[in-house]
């Protein structure tokens, strides 16, 4: 009924006018005498049947153009095509006019992902040298004697590079689907690797790690599953207490796939965050008391998780803690996912 109710409010004018001259002819008959011997409902009921059949007609015509229309909208519209779908000169003015708009924006929008894809360009070649100048400082920060001062710059020096990576993997999230390579490593083998990479930090809040055993064995991309770790081992610690510990272990689901948790005795996140921790810029209650908050870290995490196929939860009790949840998937997962 959409349709034709559509047609109906489309056609008011004309149905108004209808209704008009109906009326007026109807006065006119009861005005002359001189047609008095005419039957007026027998007029009337010829004229209401042909303008139905009218509008019936036009409905047919116009609602078939109205799809072909629909149809062939990505088409070129050029005088041939517009010709074989019979349109009105009105409707022709309209394609043309929808044509050079729609031809407007497209040149629009390619001028925008070029000036894009320009923009990404210089940042990962910025973010690249900058890198350099940091491992320069991380050498250099070797041969400071006092001890107190060394592991001081060591964890602003973290820090820093902390966020520059977390730039540099932001750039690199629209192609992560060319730059995404599947194969086997043992998630003790990525854990381990990203706690030395904190040991600057951990040491300034003398923060501990109860590691399990870790002997596990999934289905990944090593870079970009290092990252979701870096990134969740980098909240434990920001928001851990001084002198604390952080679990991390591992089990098997109901499925058969790993599942790799990472739980801190920290602050926690209020019931009314949870929902939207994972937003981009959102930093949370805790994150408005922290300078260091940029609310990049797990937006950046979830979003890579959900392209290579982990699933990341989380459960959290305020000034008891949180845990983070990692779901590796398996074969078939990953399969269905990627089509690989």
């Known amino acids: 009924m959409k349709m034709p109710l559509l047609f109906l409010r489309e056609r008011l004018a004309w149905i108004g006018f209808f209704v008009f001259l109906i009326l007026i002819l109807n006065v006119l008959f009861s005005l002359d005498v001189g047609l008095v011997g005419v039957s007026i409902w027998y007029l009337n ?23 072909d229309f629909l149809g062939n909208v990505d088409s070129q519209l ?28 497209d040149a629009e929008l390619n001028n925008a992902k070029v000036q894009l894809q320009e923009y990404s360009d210089e940042l990962l070649a910025w973010v690249h040298e900058v890198k350099a100048p940091l491992t320069t400082i991380n050498l250099m920060l070797e041969h400071i004697e006092d001890l107190t001062l060394r592991r001081k710059l060591e964890a602003e020096w973290l820090r820093l590079h902390l966020l520059v990576d977390q730039q540099l993997h932001q750039t690199r999230l629209a192609s992560i689907e060319k730059d995404n390579y599947l194969t086997e490593i043992e998630l ?21 790690f109860d590691v399990g055993e870790l002997t596990e064995v999934v289905l990944t991309d090593t870079k970009w599953s290092a990252f979701i770790v870096r990134q969740l081992l980098s909240n434990a610690i920001k928001y851990s207490p001084k002198n604390s510990e952080v679990f991390i272990f591992t089990e098997v689901d109901a499925s058969g796939a790993t599942v ?24 949370g209650t805790a994150g408005r008391e922290s300078a260091q908050s940029t609310g990049m870290g797990l937006y950046l995490a979830q979003k890579i998780a959900h392209k290579i196929g982990v699933r990341i939860s989380v459960q959290s009790v305020v000034d008891e803690g949180s845990i983070f949840t990692l779901r590796f998937p398996l074969q078939n997962d990953y399969t269905k996912l990627t089509g690989r």
């Open 45 to 67: 009921i010829i004229m209401v049947v042909t303008f139905t059949l009218f509008l019936m007609w036009r409905y047919i015509r116009e609602i078939g153009q109205l799809r």
């Open 78 to 105: 050029d005088e041939p095509h517009t010709r074989s779908l019979a349109l009105s000169p009105f409707q022709v003015a309209y394609y043309k006019k929808i044509e050079d708009v729609l031809y407007d924006k």
């Open 260 to 283: 790799l948790h990472i739980k801190d005795n920290g602050i926690g996140i209020r019931k009314e965050d949870l929902p939207r921790i994972f937003h981009k810029s959102y930093t």
């Open 188 to 208: 003790r083998t990525v854990v381990y690797k990203e706690i030395r990479a904190m040991q600057a930090w951990c040491l300034e809040k003398d923060i501990g």
